[in-house]
């Protein structure tokens, strides 16, 4: 078995950061930071009280799947940053950020046990349920059990959180509601409207044209789109200190002049002013319509009428409700 002397030196440093002490742990990639995590990280800090402990995330950057599979269809929730801090947002005394890399990837699920029971000192480990981990992803829930009673640990496994209409929360269900449009549904589970940060880059100018100016944002290559349509939502200019502003939010590939490569333009309504180079965050409130193809300019730009009195019409109902 290998110690904490022969982890990888990224790993060591990883844990040299934290507090001393006992500590009730759980473990994951904590992609989106939801619901279901976040009842997760209540139960642990909960345990960590009780223990007169304290509580620690153990989560990986990049996500493994970029590292194990770099060639695979992988959609992110979070960047890096916002995971941090939503993890700090919750409560967590203590997280581990370890760089996932293949020389990490190659301990067994006993050596990474015995890597955080050494650095750790954990009272409990939580998982969730379906956590894989350790090389090959051979270890699991039951791993972290059965390993705790040799190495002096509780260890347990939590069931998947279920929302108030009955549908498991995860990551992955996540993300398939996004591809569907179904931006309401991932708020519903991720505990906040979902947001898209990009840098706002130069177009074809099309929009203005059209009387309708856009910001064309330029994503990461990993960012979770939503699926092809309209969107009411809010924009939010980093570098300026300013209230979100209003916005159709249209994403694909302009059926209409070129169904070309798939964008993300947002139309800022009452907004006139440059925004090149600057980020721009975008937050989905609510599907308007899917993307299609219109016979004439003239019809399309009839329709983006209708779709700005329905994005302006969904937004002052969504107002009204946050106020109450």
């Not at 770099?70 to 939503?86: C, G, V």
């Not at 496994?157 to 591809?179: F, K, Y």
């Not at 059926?255 to 440059?274: A, K, S, Y």
């Amino acid at each position: 078995m290998k110690s904490m002397s022969d982890a990888p030196a990224p790993v060591k440093a990883a844990f040299e950061r934290v507090c001393g002490g006992a500590h009730v742990v759980t473990i994951g990639n904590f992609d989106g930071v939801h619901l279901g995590h976040r009842f997760l990280i209540d139960i642990v800090r909960g345990r960590a009280a009780a223990e007169g402990a304290r509580s620690m995330v153990i989560t990986f950057e990049p996500h493994p799947i970029s590292v194990l599979r770099p060639d695979a269809p992988f959609d992110r929730l979070s960047t890096p940053e916002l995971k941090l801090s939503l993890l700090e947002a919750a409560g967590v005394d203590d997280i581990v950020v370890i760089p996932f890399d293949h020389a990490f990837a190659a301990l067994s699920p006993e050596a990474f046990l015995r890597l955080v029971v050494e650095e750790a000192h954990p009272v409990a480990i939580y998982v969730g349920e379906g956590f894989r981990f350790g090389r090959a992803r051979a270890g699991d829930g039951s791993t972290i059990v059965e390993h705790g009673r040799v190495l002096g640990y509780d260890g347990q496994v939590i069931t998947r959180l279920a929302d108030e209409h009955g549908e498991v929360v995860s990551s992955s269900a996540i993300r398939q509601a996004l591809r569907e449009g179904a931006v309401e549904r991932a708020a519903r589970m991720l505990g906040r409207r979902y947001r898209l940060r990009g840098t706002v880059e130069h177009g074809v100018a099309r929009g203005r044209e059209l009387g309708y100016p856009t910001a064309n944002l330029h994503l990461p290559r990993w960012a979770c789109v939503p699926g092809d349509g309209i969107y009411a939502g809010y924009a939010h200019v980093k570098q300026r200190a300013q209230q979100p502003m209003q916005a159709m939010i249209y994403i694909g590939t302009r059926p209409t002049f070129d169904n070309g490569e798939r964008l993300v333009e947002v139309n800022i309504l009452d907004f006139d002013g440059d925004l090149y180079t600057l980020d721009l965050e975008v937050e989905f409130v609510a599907f308007v319509r899917g993307d299609m193809a219109f016979d004439s300019v003239e019809d399309l730009v009839a329709q983006i009428a209708d779709d700005e009195t329905k994005t302006r019409a969904r937004l002052l109902a969504e107002a009204s409700e946050d106020a109450r």
